[in-house]
């Protein structure tokens, strides 16, 4: 395990051993210590447009409201006030990330807010076998929907039975819901509890459904969603034209948009009532009447009365608006080492501070060429690992650190950060020394020694080897990073060109293996063994090989052709399975032989460790955390119980 010295906060891995030391003994904290659940008082305050509706009738009740067993929320630092409404921003029409990190972090289980283990949420609580093959779950009788139908065990058969094993909804199943290639099994033992079984360990299922993978699972209402699905309405003809499909699984797509159907009930603090999508400028919640949390006075939360986000079309206008002091929150976008200095410096103006972000990615920006495109000569351009080892000693990283980051940060491989339990040097420190003498040598060894007029060295067809790089258009710190890389590159003769585009459009390419190469964050650092996405072709996050991925995942990315990796890839996904089925113990063990081919395939290039992080937040918000860990698995700030916080005035 590691030296919980090196950081303030316990990774996951910590959590992997714990959760399963347990046995069947219900797990209801996240600690090694598990810390006495916070008690309410008797049913006490609600937010006073609520207790108007109760008082005209329109509402029942709170304590009709509630659940039997609420949870109740400890404040990190006083109980709070209601009231106001949280302002943030969107880029452009894709940014469902924000909205998973804000209001939808909410789900069956959740991770404890320093990252030390998983805590129940949905769940009153869980209980796992010795074997970690059989997983159980109790929930909360008496909680409800947001329109205020119960919510029961049926609503998860019905995710399972009827989206998940329903093969016009699923192409596949979730890959945290399989062990030994098979599905787990899902059964409902009463109203309040159900059971999931698998064939062989599963032992990090719990740590699964506490990352975005288990967004799903406690969020198909039945008595709604089954209106749109032909096993419980067979006659959907009248829907399919209302909507202007030809097909029913095309309406169930449309109504099931959480954030673009304001109908749709939902179990969070939070409940959309202006959508996402089309031509928005603007998203809002709302309070939601039933929520089933309160806090340890037996007031019902959340706080805050709502949320709104802007539609911005780049990030330069959500940092305008936060120098301006018009936005509340924000962890994303603009908090980069580019924007610090201009941010510190009009902190006063902003009416913001800083919550302190360690980073538990593997790199700032990785940049992976496409290993299996469609066109043979950049394919065996690309697969030649002297060219991609060219490309990482042709690149100034020193340089490119006092340019960018202040000096902040320093030259990294995609590889575990020096705090992961199975960090790896190797992986993580090869090819960073800028030298460009061994590039060329490299490049000449490769046989690309012919030149054009411009100086560019030319591919085995002759013509000249360029490398278009395709780039997320919202994050201008990776375009000024590629034009750096584009001069070092075309120092030793490699023509390489910058495509910037929208999120979107960006996702759409790589999923069908439509470009050279991406650049993306070194997402999967001390989560690597939950997300290791750049260890190996193991998801569509896996720019670098597409069609790999494709196998990996039994052919089952939608259209695209997989195709059989080399015999030590291959190697790393046995290995990966083999994991999954295996007791924490031996994770960190098997996550270094994996770790071990992937520094002798070299898959990607990187450029830097991750500079220190923050998120802004305004100097009106309380119980607010002063620091907490980044990473898409643990998706901050969510797990800071956004619920909690509240104005001051």
Do not use: C
């Not at 120092?491 to 650049?519: C, P, S, W």
């Amino acid at each position: 395990m590691m030296n919980l010295q090196k950081a303030t906060w316990r990774p996951l891995v910590v959590a992997v051993a714990l959760i399963l030391a347990i046995g069947t003994h219900a797990f209801a904290g996240g600690a090694k210590e598990a810390p006495k659940a916070a008690v309410a008082a008797e049913t006490g305050n609600e937010a006073p447009q609520l207790a108007a509706m109760v008082a005209r009738g329109e509402l029942p009740p709170l304590a009709e409201r509630l659940p039997d067993v609420p949870l109740v929320i400890e404040p990190n630092e006083e109980i709070g006030r209601y009231g106001g409404t949280m302002r943030s921003g969107l880029v452009g029409g894709a940014d469902l990330a924000w909205l998973i990190r804000t209001v939808s972090y909410d789900w069956l289980v959740r991770w404890a807010p320093d990252w030390s283990g998983v805590i129940p949420n949905v769940a009153r609580d869980f209980t796992i076998s010795d074997d970690a093959r059989v997983y159980t779950f109790r929930l909360r009788p008496g909680m409800k929907w947001s329109d205020g139908h119960p919510f029961t065990s049926d609503d998860i058969v019905f995710w399972y039975e009827d989206v998940v094993k329903n093969t016009d909804l699923s192409t596949s199943y979730p890959g945290w819901m399989t062990a030994g290639g098979e599905l787990a099994n899902l059964e409902k033992i009463d109203d309040y509890s159900f059971r999931v079984t698998f064939s062989e360990p599963s032992g990090l299922f719990l740590q699964n459904l506490a990352t975005p993978s288990g967004e799903w699972m406690t969020n198909y209402p039945k008595h709604y969603m089954s209106q749109f699905h032909i096993k419980y309405n067979p006659d959907m003809s009248a829907l399919i034209a209302a909507e202007g499909v030809e097909t029913w699984d095309e309406v169930w797509e449309i109504k099931n948009d959480q954030y673009g159907n304001p109908e749709r009930p939902t179990l969070r603090a939070w409940r959309v009532v202006a959508p996402y999508g089309g031509e928005a400028t603007r998203v809002t919640f709302e309070r939601n009447p039933y929520y089933w949390k309160v806090d340890t006075a037996g007031n019902q939360l959340p706080y805050i009365d709502g949320w709104q986000f802007d539609i911005f079309q780049d990030t330069e206008v959500v940092l305008l608006r936060t120098l301006a002091g018009e936005i509340d929150i924000m962890d994303r976008h603009i908090t980069n080492a580019e924007n610090r200095p201009v941010l510190f410096q009009n902190a006063d103006r902003g009416n913001y501070w800083f919550s302190d972000r360690p980073f538990a990615h593997n790199n700032e920006m990785n940049i992976g060429l496409n290993l299996t495109h469609d066109d043979p000569v950049k394919r065996e351009v690309f697969q030649n690992r002297d060219f991609r080892v060219a490309l990482s000693h042709a690149i100034d990283r020193d340089e490119m650190n006092e340019i960018l980051y202040a000096g902040s940060t320093r030259g990294w491989q995609p590889a575990p950060p020096p705090q992961a339990s199975f960090y790896h040097e190797r992986l993580a420190t090869q090819y960073l020394e800028y030298d460009p003498a061994t590039a060329n040598r490299l490049l000449d060894q490769s046989g690309y020694t012919s030149r054009d007029s411009a100086g560019f060295r030319r591919g085995p067809d002759g013509n000249r080897i360029t490398i278009t790089v395709e780039v997320n258009a919202s994050n201008q710190a990776w375009i000024d990073a590629l034009e750096l890389v584009q001069t070092y590159w075309a120092a030793v003769g490699i023509d390489m060109q910058i495509r910037a585009m929208a999120r979107t459009l960006f996702y759409e390419r790589k999923a069908v293996n439509q470009h050279d190469a991406g650049v993306w964050a070194g997402g999967g650092g001390i989560d690597g063994n939950l997300d290791p996405r750049w260890f190996f072709p193991f998801s569509s996050e896996s720019l670098y090989a597409p069609k790999w991925v494709a196998y990996y995942n039994q052919g089952s990315v939608p259209n695209l052709e997989p195709e059989e990796p080399p015999a030590e890839t291959r190697r790393q996904m046995e290995l990966y399975r083999r994991m999954l089925a295996s007791p924490p113990d031996q994770h960190d063990a098997i996550m270094l032989e994996i770790l071990d081919i992937a520094a002798d395939m070299f898959y990607a290039i990187g450029t830097h460790l991750r500079p220190p992080g923050y998120a802004v937040f305004s100097n009106r918000l309380r119980n607010v955390s002063p620091e907490m860990p980044g990473a898409w698995q643990f998706p901050n700030p969510g797990p800071d119980r956004l619920e909690q916080y509240f104005f001051a005035d």
